[in-house]
């Protein structure tokens, strides 16, 4: 009876070991592939399949996982290349490529290592195109260089099951004897535009400060002109009162019908204002009572006074 139960014991630990290691060998085999992955499957060497995602099961000691490629955009900054220019300039060139791999079976067995490929085809494509171009046309044209690169590169790489998405020149980096002539260069520019930028100033402030003095000329003329007109206007008006009050005293003393008598010491007043005055023409009648002559002698008196205003 025990050495039934112990030999039951025996195959029951057996069992469990082995269902054990089944399990574990189910465990180890499952493979659970991401959005972002492809799994490379070998069955006994040769090729077997894609994997994308999901729950796989690899068959033990027959199938393999070869290569897990991930599908997302990479980038690789390479270290800079000596590059010599067509003018016979060498400057050093590092450059990134953004690639993506589109076929995981040819990334897998096209080339031995991809990432090494990319790089010496981008060093040789960029000799070529910077040999063809000299320092000036390679400092302003990395625009061109990279599209003429991203087209090489992408076209060389489809049969690695490679997308080149771009090509970016990062550092153009020129011998230090071009550096420092471009700094030169670059501060004798700096100092002529400041020269220029000065001088167009000062022009610009002499024109403005002659402008502001012709106008200046301009309305002190038209004030002083302005001013003259009217202090003639002022004399003429005065001239014209004047006359009319002289013309209106007259016609009173006409009117009012004054004697002899009256023009008489009309006359007389009239005489004391010339004898105080700076007349120096004087007309006295014979007969001072004569009216015609008293009339005269005081038009003659108003004439040499208003000539001297």
Known sequence: ???????????????????????????????????????????????????????????????????VVSLKEQVKDFDPQPVITKDNVTMQIDTVVFYQITDPKLYCYGVENPVSAIENLTATTLRNIIGELDLDETLTSRDIINTRMRSILDEATDPWGIKVNRVELKNIIPPKDIREAMERQMRAEREKREKVLLAEAHKASAILEAEGEKESQILRADAEKEAQILRAQGEAQSIIEINKAKAEGIRLIKEAGADESVIALKSFEALVDVANGQATKLIIPSNMQDLGSIVASIKEIANTKDAKK
């Open 1 to 67: 009876m025990f050495y039934e139960l112990g030999t039951m014991g025996i195959v029951l630990i057996i069992v469990g070991v082995i269902a054990f290691i089944l399990l574990l060998f189910i465990v180890v085999n499952l493979k659970m592939v991401k959005q972002t992955d492809k799994y490379i499957i070998q069955r006994l060497g040769g090729y077997h399949a894609t994997w994308g995602v999901g729950l796989h099961m690899l068959i033990p000691f027959i199938d393999r996982v070869a290569m």
